[in-house]
């Protein structure tokens, strides 16, 4: 059940803290050694990521290999940081994943999107001030999210900037953050200590169910 006011999932699982794992935890975080070190060595004071990848570890098998997946897209994809990261903005608005949308507002800063293009990104690809490329990416999230398809039209224009493999990276990566949102939302992850909430207006819109 959600919060009334705020459309935030309540926690139905509790996360397993790095305290708190054994074996099976750090053969399960191996799969992703950036995001281990990361957590194991500023758990305590920047605890960013914690309680998602808690909520992941109460199954430590499924969460090795989704890992080793999402290490890909994370780490080896042929996709840029910044385009990643657009990608996965626009992916987690549309889902409502507040959780995910703020990590990677972190992230996105860091790799090159700005405040502006974070704030345009939730209107979609329709907005002004998109770079062609930039619209098209939005606008391929837009169409997997309606239709698990990127359409003709949209992949004919892409093929014009992005190689196959990158454009088969694109949909890896729609789809290992669609993944990571359902497990955020549906386990209840809370925002990390530290994170503050999407302002109300946003949220609002957020969870307004609108793609616009």
Known sequence: MNDAR?????PRVEPKLPADWGEAEHDAMSAMPGARDFVLANWQKDPRGVNGLGVMLQHPLATRAFLTFNNHVAVTSTIGKRERELLILRMSWLRGSEYEFLQHVVLGKRFG???????????GPEAPGWSPLDADLLRAVDELQADARIGDATWE???QHLTLEQRIDLIYTVGCYEIAGMLFKTLG???DAGVEPLPDEVRRRMHARRTD
């Open 6 to 10: 705020s459309g935030y999932p309540k």
């Open 113 to 123: 999107l700005s405040d502006a293009d974070i704030e345009r990104l939730q209107r």
């Open 157 to 159: 224009r892409l093929s």
């Open 189 to 191: 992850a809370q925002l």
